[in-house]
């Protein structure tokens, strides 16, 4: 159709330039033939084009008429399935009673079956609270007792800090063992038991931080009890440290390098949430600044990640040998065959 239409106008504007030639040359016969043709050609191409519209929309009405059949089909088995539907809607209508009775009951014994499950968890949890608060405060009790002259308050225990029954295993076995110099990595409620403990035996303690704000809150409780004179408080930041082919964030070893004949190395960071195993360069860091009978103390031992660390570290230092102790929270290591163990570190103070 576009051709046709191409064509046409083509002949019409050939028509009428030769109409406007022989009209200019005086032959008003040859442009008179001229024009009759170019009118022709105008006409048959107007009928070629109404004809093929209408065979246009013959094709489209009979596609319609196509269309509308099929979708009356669609509509008449849409209806039929409807029906089907509606049918086996019946059918489920009627069996809901019954249904019901049955949903209702199963319900009905599973939630009585929940309740007494969470009924059985709540009495076991608040009998293990309990017990767990009274000995927080048993311990606690104890620990005063040897602490007659401390200023209070002194620092909370629980939570993400250190508990008091650890706190009190962690006093014993220091007033025990008497070490020279102790090093904490992850400064504390610790710090302050330790710093009055090292004051009454003599000792040093190192705390370190990795985090200003909380290194900042230990120094103001170290100056409020007046223990300057026994605790150090340094701040180390994390740093990334490679170890058998492995990265972790780690205190800044800097911080430590002038520490020496360490007695006693207590290691409660950095904090879990820092990488896995975070704990673990402690001894490898630190095993050649140890004295010959030190120990190290591993917080937070009842979790999967320290006891990994635990065996990792036994395994590459045979030298040290687990020390026995009350609480499943600390783990001791030692290389020192001296070093009371059962008798001196299964009591509480």
């Not at 330039?17 to 043709?37: E, G, K, N, R, T």
């Not at 105008?42 to 489209?60: D, K, N, P, V, W």
């Not at 223990?227 to 082919?245: F, K, M, Q, S, Y």
Request: net charge negative; with cysteine; glycine share 4%.
């Amino acid at each position: 159709m576009r051709q046709l239409g191409i064509l046409t106008v083509g002949a019409v504007l050939v028509s009428s330039i030769c109409s406007i030639v022989f009209a200019v040359l005086d032959q008003w016969i040859l442009a008179f033939v001229s024009l009759v043709v170019m009118l022709v050609v105008f006409t048959l191409s107007g009928l070629l084009q109404i004809r093929y519209l209408a065979r246009l929309l013959r094709t489209e009405s009979n596609k319609s008429k196509q269309a509308a059949k099929n979708h009356l089909r669609s509509l008449e088995s849409s209806v039929q399935q409807l029906d089907l539907d509606l049918n086996a809607l019946k059918d489920q209508v009627w069996d809901i009673p019954d249904r019901t009775s049955k949903i209702n009951k199963a319900h009905i014994d599973k939630l009585e079956t929940k309740i007494w499950r969470i009924s059985r968890s709540i009495r076991s949890h608040t009998v293990d609270t309990v017990r767990h608060s009274t000995s927080e405060v048993e311990a606690l009790l104890q620990i005063y007792s040897e602490f007659q002259n401390t200023k209070l308050p002194m620092p909370v225990s629980g939570g993400w800090a250190i508990d008091a029954q650890s706190l009190a295993y962690l006093l014993e076995y220091v007033r025990d063992t008497k070490p020279r110099l102790i090093v904490e990595l992850g400064s504390g409620t610790s710090t302050i038991w330790l710093g009055y403990l090292c004051k009454s035996i003599g000792a040093k303690l190192i705390t370190v931080d990795h985090l200003s704000h909380y290194l900042q809150q230990t120094q103001a409780a170290v100056d409020r009890h007046d223990l300057n004179n026994w605790v150090e408080c340094r701040l180390a930041p994390l740093e990334d440290l490679e170890l058998d082919e492995e990265i972790y964030s780690w205190y800044s070893i800097e911080a430590l390098a002038d520490l020496y004949r360490i007695d006693l190395l207590l290691v409660d960071g950095p904090p879990a949430r820092t990488g896995r195993e975070a704990r673990l360069p402690a001894l490898p860091v630190l095993e050649a600044q140890l004295s010959a009978e030190a120990a190290v103390i591993l917080d937070d031992a009842h979790r999967s990640d320290e006891e990994n660390i635990l065996d990792k570290w036994l395994t590459r230092y045979p030298k040290f040998q687990r020390v026995a102790i009350g609480t499943p929270r600390l783990a001791i290591i030692s290389r020192s065959n001296d070093m009371r163990n059962n008798s001196s570190h299964s009591s509480e103070i």
